[in-house]
């Protein structure tokens, strides 16, 4: 059995809340840190509809119990909302002295780099322990290879091409699949490798339209077979409909179809890579508090539990892989 840890013994109570949107394997990350405080003799509490419910007051204590049966679960038990307020000061001053009126000595977020920036802030004003969990489907957390959701949103959107390509073998069809990546197209890079798209549009690189263009008029219209494009949606040339439009004026006699797989990929049951990951996380935070540590995320380097300070993980910007780049131009000849 783990030793248990007695280091910073003034920690006897923690919070755990969830922010922004949500992910699968949230709920695996809070059966993790309330397990984790309670096996290591400390009390845990619930915070619920994230910083909004912090402000408010909405927090409860957690037994084992509480978290019994929701690892498999995906959204959030604790409910999880967007919170302005919380970037003044004032809303901030509430939140701190609600956790104090109950005795609380830490605070793990889960959530991403919004809701970093708001923790990061709240430990300026307060110096409260606060450790993070990276929990997002965009994956595009700097510090972390990985991030509570990912693997589930991608499993999600390989299953759903997988059956649109079904279609689009059927009746010949050219299918213009748009995924979640506002900012980031670490979902659409890695599924469209994994459903073997013919092309691949993302944020981090722009559009060539006219490349693509000749590749439809010397390829695609010489094979007249099935084609999966997948766009996410924050890619420069306007999201799957915006391209698919060009490309229905350009080539008129091509059967295009568009389809937006939208808020599908934040649901479902976790995978088990999420739940484990999810697991692994939620008890390093725990660990982390109780060693003294605080503004920092903990991420997951090389299949190892790291901590990275939030000045990093907000402030520099995660990139796509070249090598997987480079992996769509060398299977797309």
């Given at each position: 059995?783990?030793?248990?840890?007695?280091?910073?013994?003034?920690?006897?109570?923690?919070?755990?809340?969830?922010?922004?949107?949500?992910?699968?394997?949230?709920?695996?990350?809070?059966?993790?840190?309330?397990?984790?405080?309670?096996?290591?003799?400390?009390?845990?509490?619930?915070?619920?509809?994230?910083?909004?419910?912090?402000?408010?007051?909405?927090?409860?204590?957690?037994?084992?119990?509480?978290?019994?049966?929701?690892?498999?679960?995906?959204?959030?038990?604790?409910?999880?909302?967007?919170?302005?307020?919380?970037?003044?000061?004032?809303?901030?001053?509430?939140?701190?002295?609600?956790?104090?009126?109950?005795?609380?000595?830490?605070?793990?977020?889960?959530?991403?780099?919004?809701?970093?920036?708001?923790?990061?802030?709240?430990?300026?004003?307060?110096?409260?322990?606060?450790?993070?969990?990276?929990?997002?489907?965009?994956?595009?957390l700097y510090g972390t290879d990985y991030t509570i959701g990912y693997d589930?949103?991608?499993?999600?959107?390989?299953?759903?091409?997988?059956?649109?390509?079904?279609?689009?073998?059927?009746?010949?069809?050219?299918?213009?699949?748009?995924?979640?990546?506002?900012?980031?197209?670490?979902?659409?890079?890695?599924?469209?490798?994994?459903?073997?798209?013919?092309?691949?549009?993302?944020?981090?690189?722009?559009?060539?339209?006219?490349?693509?263009?000749?590749?439809?008029?010397?390829?695609?219209?010489?094979?007249?077979?099935?084609?999966?494009?997948?766009?996410?949606?924050?890619?420069?040339?306007?999201?799957?409909?915006?391209?698919?439009?060009?490309?229905?004026?350009?080539?008129?006699?091509?059967?295009?179809?568009?389809?937006?797989?939208?808020?599908?990929?934040?649901?479902?049951?976790?995978?088990?890579?999420?739940?484990?990951?999810?697991?692994?996380?939620?008890?390093?935070?725990?660990?982390?508090?109780?060693?003294?540590?605080?503004?920092?995320?903990?991420?997951?380097?090389?299949?190892?539990?790291?901590?990275?300070?939030?000045?990093?993980?907000?402030?520099?910007?995660?990139?796509?892989?070249?090598?997987?780049?480079?992996?769509?131009?060398?299977?797309?000849?």
């Open positions: 059995m783990k030793k248990k840890l007695i280091a910073n013994s003034q920690i006897q109570k923690i919070a755990v809340l969830t922010s922004g949107g949500d992910a699968p394997g949230m709920n695996a990350a809070i059966r993790a840190v309330v397990r984790a405080a309670i096996y290591h003799d400390k009390q845990a509490y619930g915070v619920y509809h994230g910083y909004k419910g912090l402000i408010e007051g909405d927090i409860k204590e957690l037994k084992s119990c509480d978290v019994s049966n929701i690892i498999n679960r995906g959204g959030t038990i604790l409910k999880t909302s967007r919170c302005p307020s919380f970037f003044d000061y004032e809303g901030r001053k509430q939140a701190y002295n609600n956790l104090r009126s109950k005795g609380i000595d830490a605070l793990v977020v889960i959530g991403g780099d919004g809701s970093f920036k708001g923790a990061r802030q709240f430990i300026q004003d307060f110096d409260f322990p606060v450790v993070g969990i990276p929990g997002t489907i965009d994956n595009d589930t949103a991608l499993n999600v959107v390989v299953e759903a091409v997988d059956k649109i390509r079904d279609t689009a073998e059927s009746h010949d069809r050219l299918f213009f699949v748009e995924v979640m990546g506002r900012d980031a197209g670490f979902i659409a890079l890695r599924s469209g490798i994994a459903v073997g798209a013919e092309a691949i549009l993302i944020p981090e690189r722009k559009t060539n339209l006219k490349q693509f263009k000749k590749y439809l008029a010397e390829e695609y219209r010489v094979k007249k077979t099935s084609s999966i494009v997948l766009v996410a949606e924050g890619d420069d040339s306007g999201g799957a409909v915006a391209v698919a439009n060009y490309v229905k004026k350009e080539f008129p006699d091509f059967n295009v179809r568009i389809s937006i797989l939208g808020h599908i990929q934040r649901g479902g049951s976790p995978t088990a890579y999420d739940r484990v990951t999810a697991s692994q996380m939620g008890i390093a935070a725990v660990e982390g508090i109780l060693k003294g540590r605080k503004g920092v995320m903990v991420g997951i380097k090389n299949r190892k539990m790291v901590y990275v300070p939030f000045e990093k993980t907000v402030k520099h910007h995660k990139t796509v892989k070249k090598e997987l780049v480079d992996i769509v131009k060398i299977l797309n000849i």
